[in-house]
């Protein structure tokens, strides 16, 4: 399984930008994406993750502000950020795994077996 990962850059406070996360090399069955983030000092965290079903969930850090979706025709996962913050500012990266995992552990680091190579969100006046 491959993931290419496009979008990200620099926005000013209260801007938004859309990531997004293009796999290939999977063939349906169960399956769970997320994207993480991972500050400069600090543990890389979840933000959102979605189910195949299309169930969601999201951080209570971006709640509200944060959309992931996924395209099946296209085979692309997306996050899209309103209303960034500076505190936003990270490497963004996505993920799949093909293992059942629970709504519970969906935004857990050490659920995900395959992750793109990472894209750089900065926001800042």
């Known amino acids: 399984v491959r993931l290419v990962q496009s979008g990200g850059g620099s926005v000013q406070p209260g801007g938004s930008l859309r990531l997004s996360c293009e796999a290939s090399?999977?063939?349906?069955?169960?399956?769970?994406w997320a994207w993480f983030r991972q500050a400069p000092g600090k543990e890389r965290e979840g933000v959102a993750a979605?189910?195949?079903?299309?169930?969601?969930t999201t951080a209570d850090s971006v709640k509200g502000r944060f959309t992931i979706s996924k395209d099946h025709s296209r085979n692309t996962l997306y996050l899209q950020m309103n209303s960034l913050k500076p505190e936003d500012s990270a490497m963004y990266y996505c993920?799949?795994?093909?293992?059942?995992?629970?709504?519970?552990?969906?935004?857990?680091?050490?659920?995900?077996?395959?992750w793109g190579q990472g894209t750089q969100v900065t926001v800042s006046s």
């Open positions: 090399g999977y063939h349906g069955g169960s399956n769970f």
């Open positions: 993920a799949a795994t093909f293992s059942r995992v629970s709504m519970l552990s969906l935004l857990k680091t050490q659920e995900y077996q395959h």
């Open positions: 979605i189910r195949s079903d299309g169930d969601t």
